[in-house]
C-alpha cells in the first residue's frame, strides 16, 4: 500500500465525477458559495452522517458548494489531495502516516472523525450457525487489498483469537477493491468466504449467494475506520472553510444520532438511486445497531494510537508518528460547541 501511494504521488490523477454534489454552502459575504471538492475513498450507506448532510443542506446552511467525488481507494484519494484535484480527502487516516513519511513538506491533516466501527461484513458461501473466528482455519477467504484498512483490521482479528493470518487460511488480497462480491459469486471462485461493505454483503444475500454471519466492526471494537484530511497548507489558508464544513458534518451526526433508521435512509436515499429503500433501510439499521458512528467528530488520541497499533501488528507502520503532527481536532472542538 505504502509503495502504491508513493507511485501514485508521482503521477497525476484524472478525477472521475462523483456519485453526488450538494449545490450547498454558506456565502463569503456577498451571497456567493465557497466550492469545496471532496474527494471520498468510495460510495457506501455506512457514510451515512456525510450524505444526510449533503441531502438536508446543511453544506449550504455553511456556506459551501460542496463536490463530490468517488475516488475508489484511499491511495487515489491521498493523490488527489496531494496534487491539488480534491480540497477534502475523506478515507482510512492511515494514508496520512505512510504519507507524512513520504512528503514532509505539506502532508496530510486529520481534523474530523467519521465512523469509529470497521464498515464490512463476514460473509460465507453457506450458511453458518454459531459462527466461531475458529471456523475460518483452513478456508479461503477473499479479503482486501495489503495495506488498507479493510484487511488490517480482518487480520487484528484473527489475531485477537489466536488464528495466525498467514498459516491458518488463505486471504486472497489480489482483487480489487469493489470486485470481491463479483469474484465471490464466479463459477471458479474457490472462496468459503468473502468480506464486504454494503450494499454489496445484503446483495450477496438477497441474490442467495451468499450470508452475512459476522460483523468485522462488533468483532474489532472501536477503531478508527475513516476520517477527512486536508493538505498542511490548506489548513493553514483555509480554517474559515474547514469549520464551515465541519459544523455541516457534524449537523450530519446529530441527525443520525436523532433519528431512526427508516428515516434516515429516506433522507439520504437521492444518493443511492439504484437501491430500493427498503434495501437502504435494512443496511443503515445494520450499522445503526452496531454504533458505527460517532456523536462527534473529534479524533482522540487513544484512537490514534490504537490505529498505529493495528499498523504496527500488521507491518505497515514506517515508524511511530506523533499524534500532535497528524491531527488537529480544533474544528471538530468547536463544531460542537
Known sequence: MKKIICILLAASLLVLPGCGSSNSGTSDGDGTLTPVTLNEVAHSIFYAPQYVAIENGYFEEEGIDLTLVTGFGADKVATAVVSGDADIGFMGSESSIYIYHQNPDDYLINFAQLTQRAGNFLVSRKPVENFQWDDLKGSYV????????????????????????????????????????????????????????????????????????????????????????????????????????????????????????????????????????????????????????????????????????????????????????????????????
Open 142 to 337: 477473499l479479503g482486501g487489498r495489503a495495506g488498507g484498512m479493510p484487511e488490517m483490521v480482518f487480520e487484528f482479528i484473527l489475531k485477537k483469537h489466536n488464528i495466525d493470518p498467514t498459516t491458518d487460511l488463505t486471504i486472497d488480497q489480489s482483487i480489487d477493491f469493489g470486485s470481491t462480491a463479483a469474484a465471490f459469486t464466479g463459477s471458479s471462485s474457490p472462496a468459503d468466504f468473502t468480506v464486504e461493505f454494503e450494499p454489496a454483503a445484503t446483495t450477496l444475500e438477497q441474490e442467495g449467494a451468499g450470508y452475512v454471519i459476522a460483523s468485522l466492526g462488533e468483532a474489532s471494537g472501536y477503531v478508527p475506520y475513516t476520517a477527512y484530511s486536508v493538505k498542511q497548507s490548506y489548513l493553514t489558508e483555509h480554517p474559515d472553510i474547514l469549520q464551515a464544513f465541519t459544523n455541516a458534518l457534524q449537523k450530519g451526526m446529530d441527525y443520525v444520532q436523532t433519528h431512526t433508521p427508516e428515516e434516515i435512509a429516506k433522507v439520504i436515499q437521492p444518493q443511492f438511486k439504484e437501491t430500493d429503500l427498503d434495501t437502504i433501510t435494512a443496511i443503515v439499521t445494520r450499522y445503526y445497531e452496531q454504533d458505527t458512528w460517532k456523536e462527534d467528530l473529534i479524533f482522540e488520541q487513544d484512537s490514534f494510537d490504537l490505529l498505529q497499533n493495528i499498523l504496527e501488528e500488521a507491518g505497515e507502520l514506517p515508524a511511530w508518528t506523533p499524534y500532535e503532527d497528524l491531527v488537529n481536532t480544533e474544528f471538530a472542538v468547536q463544531a460542537v460547541r
